[in-house]
């Protein structure tokens, strides 16, 4: 947060508002060049964002990943050009042939906003709704990080203080994610938050009336938002100096998110197209584009217009991001001096460092107990708590079943809080029976940088969560699902509760790593690979989604194989107990892995030599050389059978022809777990008729 005082008068000059309008046009042209995007609502848009990126925001075009900036969040990211026309405008590394190539192959300006992919782009957003939660989860690690390394500094005074904006449309605050979101926000009391509502009454399909009649406003107030509305000139257009009190005005609430309703008309200020739903998706056509730039004074001729004083103006934004920035530093200096053991936190945090020695916490779990990986996951966690303090999370509202309590006496909640562990750098989050949102926050959290993040719930509802599970995968962010109750082993809560196809389906996510571990000794070492693998570069950080079981399965001894996603667990024997060539390969995941083991006791005795091979996670082992893949699967044993209380999709590849899958093609039924795997075949008897089978099949 600034540490100057804030006024509600702005510059504004006849300069600033040429550059609002070369931003309209630049936005018609690039759509109108493609033939295909959406130009109204950055037409629109335009005085909303150059006030925001110009007037308001503490950044700096010449690096855009300093860690004291203000973040910018386009929920609405279908109007990508609102962000790039300004990302051109302010310098952050975009040039006007970047706005000619908009939605072409390999250019830098995408359809929609890619984080990675573009300078200043903060986060990928597309599917509606996203953006809003990603922007709360941003707040809440801009406060996390807060607490880690400057709780006692007064509100304003920290280098860690900072703001979140986000522009969010009619079709965001429609999408259930962002009522969600908004709903932990208020209750959060975010402060530090700040989302401006483009209220342009036009979808798709037309007039908004069609489908909504709440008073949105009022709703954000219920939330506990702190509500302006901002009206526009009388000519339609925003009104740049009603927009920057407002926003001046939200700063001086600390203790609440703010909402920000700013009445528009789509494509203003195109003579025909202004308020219509063409103008939302579809280009001008040549006349229509003319036209405005007749109105907004440029010459319809010429395309891609530039004023060379408007570029140069507006890229001064460069020198005060640079006294910003620098100004910043000496203040993160001030607070060096003040705190060296923080400050040398923060550089092993900020370099993507985890604690010297933390491996050697992580929990050994004694070989032949029983104990659900849900548990063993919780003692990994609260055994980390104490030496990671960059790590924390909660869950949807089952802390107590997903096991993902990291400390009992703190949770992250506002001052005012009635419960007495609240504390508003809490380790714990309490993000409610919203698994949606929960899962976008994840992903802001973990974009905001500086913290590690992870959340729960049951496998089933991770349903709930895809879209967000996606983007996780699609911007490569270390963020860790703990998905608990991974099976038809739950039990009695009967199939709505059951997950039979969500591990296929996860795995068909590209990026995302699932990891179902078979006993606490695996899961350790899986919390232990998850966290090691973290990286601060995009395109080399990974999401991870832990599949846990309710039941308690026999624990066996720690094997390093579990990191390689797949190992022998236990091989084939003579008759003699000597080692020998597996006769029959069983490969396993999770609560099944015993199961398998079982068979292959039945299976020895009975003269056959056989491999166990635990499978926690495919995406691991396929990342692994072929030379190793081939020594734990050899290819010369075609017998093999694989084993996962699910859909088999995932291990048709592993067995081949002569192979077998002991799966669950159907859903599942309310009774005790036990009793539902013996009744769906998960048994060592009926797993060592279908290895025996494959045997058969490979001798033909």
Not at 254 to 268: E, G, H, Q, T, V
Not at 331 to 355: C, K, Y
Not at 446 to 461: C, K, Q, S
Not at 669 to 685: H, I, N, P, Q, W
């Given at each position: 947060?600034?540490?100057?005082?804030?006024?509600?008068?702005?510059?504004?000059?006849?300069?600033?508002?040429?550059?609002?309008?070369?931003?309209?046009?630049?936005?018609?042209?690039?759509?109108?060049?493609?033939?295909?995007?959406?130009?109204?609502?950055?037409?629109?848009?335009?005085?909303?964002?150059?006030?925001?990126?110009?007037?308001?925001?503490?950044?700096?075009?010449?690096?855009?990943?300093?860690?004291?900036?203000?973040?910018?969040?386009?929920?609405?990211?279908?109007?990508?050009?609102?962000?790039?026309?300004?990302?051109?405008?302010?310098?952050?590394?975009?040039?006007?042939?970047?706005?000619?190539?908009?939605?072409?192959?390999?250019?830098?300006?995408?359809?929609?906003?890619?984080?990675?992919?573009?300078?200043?782009?903060?986060?990928?957003?597309?599917?509606?709704?996203?953006?809003?939660?990603?922007?709360?989860?941003?707040?809440?690690?801009?406060?996390?990080?807060?607490?880690?390394?400057?709780?006692?500094?007064?509100?304003?005074?920290?280098?860690?203080?900072?703001?979140?904006?986000?522009?969010?449309?009619?079709?965001?605050?429609?999408?259930?994610?962002?009522?969600?979101?908004?709903?932990?926000?208020?209750?959060?009391?975010?402060g530090n938050l700040v989302l401006l509502w483009d209220?342009?009454?036009?979808?798709?399909?037309?007039?908004?009336?069609?489908?909504?009649?709440?008073?949105?406003?009022?709703?954000?107030?219920?939330?506990?938002?702190?509500?302006?509305?901002?009206?526009?000139?009388?000519?339609?257009?925003?009104?740049?100096?009603?927009?920057?009190?407002?926003?001046?005005?939200?700063?001086?609430?600390?203790?609440?998110?703010?909402?920000?309703?700013?009445?528009?008309?789509?494509?203003?200020?195109?003579?025909?197209?202004?308020?219509?739903?063409?103008?939302?998706?579809?280009?001008?056509?040549?006349?229509?584009?003319?036209?405005?730039?007749?109105?907004?004074?440029?010459?319809?001729?010429?395309?891609?217009?530039?004023?060379?004083?408007?570029?140069?103006?507006?890229?001064?934004?460069?020198?005060?991001?640079?006294?910003?920035?620098?100004?910043?530093?000496?203040?993160?200096?001030?607070?060096?001096?003040?705190?060296?053991?923080?400050?040398?936190?923060?550089?092993?945090?900020?370099?993507?460092?985890?604690?010297?020695?933390?491996?050697?916490?992580?929990?050994?779990?004694?070989?032949?107990?029983?104990?659900?990986?849900?548990?063993?996951?919780?003692?990994?966690?609260?055994?980390?708590?104490?030496?990671?303090?960059?790590?924390?999370?909660?869950?949807?509202?089952?802390?107590?079943?997903?096991?993902?309590?990291?400390?009992?006496?703190?949770?992250?909640?506002?001052?005012?809080?009635?419960?007495?562990?609240?504390?508003?750098?809490?380790?714990?989050?309490?993000?409610?029976?919203?698994?949606?949102?929960?899962?976008?926050?994840?992903?802001?959290?973990?974009?905001?940088?500086?913290?590690?993040?992870?959340?729960?719930?049951?496998?089933?509802?991770?349903?709930?969560?895809?879209?967000?599970?996606?983007?996780?995968?699609?911007?490569?962010?270390?963020?860790?699902?703990?998905?608990?109750?991974?099976?038809?082993?739950?039990?009695?809560d009967g199939p709505t509760h059951q997950p039979i196809?969500?591990?296929?389906?996860?795995?068909?996510?590209?990026?995302?790593?699932?990891?179902?571990?078979?006993?606490?000794?695996?899961?350790?070492?899986?919390?232990?690979?998850?966290?090691?693998?973290?990286?601060?570069?995009?395109?080399?950080?990974?999401?991870?989604?832990?599949?846990?079981?309710?039941?308690?399965?026999?624990?066996?001894?720690?094997?390093?194989?579990?990191?390689?996603?797949?190992?022998?667990?236990?091989?084939?024997?003579?008759?003699?107990?000597?080692?020998?060539?597996?006769?029959?390969?069983?490969?396993?995941?999770?609560?099944?892995?015993?199961?398998?083991?079982?068979?292959?006791?039945?299976?020895?005795?009975?003269?056959?030599?056989?491999?166990?091979?635990?499978?926690?996670?495919?995406?691991?082992?396929?990342?692994?050389?072929?030379?190793?893949?081939?020594?734990?699967?050899?290819?010369?044993?075609?017998?093999?059978?694989?084993?996962?209380?699910?859909?088999?999709?995932?291990?048709?590849?592993?067995?081949?022809?002569?192979?077998?899958?002991?799966?669950?093609?159907?859903?599942?039924?309310?009774?005790?777990?036990?009793?539902?795997?013996?009744?769906?075949?998960?048994?060592?008897?009926?797993?060592?008729?279908?290895?025996?089978?494959?045997?058969?099949?490979?001798?033909?």
């Amino acid at each position: 947060m600034s540490t100057k005082p804030t006024t509600t008068d702005l510059e504004w000059t006849e300069l600033d508002q040429r550059a609002v309008d070369t931003a309209r046009i630049l936005a018609a042209d690039a759509v109108q060049k493609v033939g295909n995007g959406h130009p109204g609502t950055a037409m629109s848009l335009a005085p909303a964002a150059y006030t925001l990126f110009q007037k308001v925001m503490r950044h700096d075009p010449a690096d855009p990943d300093w860690t004291g900036r203000d973040r910018f969040v386009l929920s609405a990211g279908h109007s990508s050009l609102t962000l790039y026309t300004q990302l051109y405008l302010a310098g952050f590394g975009l040039e006007l042939d970047d706005l000619k190539a908009f939605r072409t192959w390999g250019s830098k300006t995408p359809g929609h906003p890619e984080y990675g992919h573009t300078a200043g782009v903060e986060t990928t957003t597309g599917p509606l709704g996203q953006g809003v939660a990603n922007a709360v989860g941003m707040a809440m690690a801009a406060r996390y990080e807060r607490g880690l390394f400057d709780p006692e500094a007064a509100p304003g005074t920290s280098p860690f203080d900072h703001y979140i904006y986000a522009i969010a449309g009619d079709g965001c605050l429609q999408e259930g994610i962002s009522a969600e979101a908004s709903s932990l926000a208020g209750h959060q009391k975010l402060g530090n938050l700040v989302l401006l509502w483009d209220d342009n009454h036009i979808s798709i399909e037309g007039d908004t009336e069609a489908a909504v009649s709440e008073d949105t406003a009022l709703r954000y107030e219920a939330y506990g938002w702190h509500v302006q509305r901002v009206q526009p000139k009388e000519n339609g257009d925003l009104d740049p100096a009603a927009l920057y009190e407002a926003i001046q005005k939200a700063k001086a609430v600390p203790d609440k998110p703010s909402f920000i309703a700013m009445r528009s008309i789509i494509a203003w200020p195109a003579p025909n197209a202004q308020n219509t739903e063409a103008a939302h998706g579809s280009a001008l056509g040549d006349d229509e584009v003319a036209a405005t730039k007749r109105v907004l004074g440029f010459d319809p001729e010429k395309s891609f217009e530039v004023a060379d004083e408007v570029i140069t103006h507006t890229r001064s934004l460069g020198d005060r991001g640079r006294e910003a920035r620098a100004e910043w530093e000496k203040s993160l200096a001030a607070w060096r001096t003040a705190n060296p053991q923080r400050a040398a936190e923060f550089d092993r945090v900020n370099a993507g460092e985890l604690p010297e020695g933390w491996e050697s916490h992580l929990p050994v779990f004694e070989p032949g107990k029983g104990v659900a990986t849900r548990a063993a996951s919780g003692k990994v966690l609260q055994a980390l708590g104490a030496v990671i303090p960059e790590l924390w999370g909660g869950s949807a509202d089952l802390a107590g079943s997903n096991n993902t309590t990291i400390d009992k006496t703190s949770s992250f909640l506002p001052q005012g809080n009635p419960l007495a562990e609240a504390d508003p750098y809490g380790r714990t989050i309490h993000f409610g029976i919203r698994e949606h949102a929960m899962a976008a926050e994840m992903n802001g959290i973990a974009l905001h940088g500086n913290t590690r993040i992870y959340g729960g719930t049951f496998l089933v509802f991770s349903d709930y969560m895809r879209n967000a599970v996606r983007l996780s995968a699609l911007m490569h962010l270390p963020v860790t699902y703990v998905w608990t109750h991974d099976s038809i082993g739950l039990g009695e809560d009967g199939p709505t509760h059951q997950p039979i196809e969500h591990l296929a389906s996860l795995r068909a996510i590209p990026g995302l790593n699932i990891v179902r571990p078979a006993d606490a000794n695996e899961t350790a070492i899986a919390w232990r690979e998850i966290l090691g693998r973290y990286t601060k570069e995009f395109g080399k950080g990974a999401p991870h989604g832990l599949a846990l079981t309710r039941q308690g399965v026999p624990t066996y001894e720690p094997n390093e194989g579990a990191a390689k996603g797949g190992y022998v667990l236990f091989d084939a024997e003579g008759s003699e107990g000597q080692s020998a060539a597996p006769q029959v390969v069983l490969i396993a995941t999770g609560s099944e892995v015993h199961v398998a083991v079982e068979a292959r006791e039945q299976l020895q005795a009975a003269g056959v030599p056989t491999r166990v091979v635990s499978m926690p996670s495919v995406e691991w082992f396929e990342e692994q050389d072929q030379g190793y893949r081939d020594s734990v699967l050899p290819p010369s044993v075609k017998a093999r059978v694989a084993v996962e209380a699910g859909i088999g999709l995932t291990w048709h590849k592993y067995v081949g022809d002569a192979g077998r899958i002991v799966s669950l093609e159907h859903f599942g039924a309310s009774a005790d777990g036990k009793v539902l795997f013996r009744e769906f075949g998960f048994t060592a008897e009926n797993i060592a008729s279908a290895a025996r089978e494959s045997i058969d099949a490979a001798q033909r």
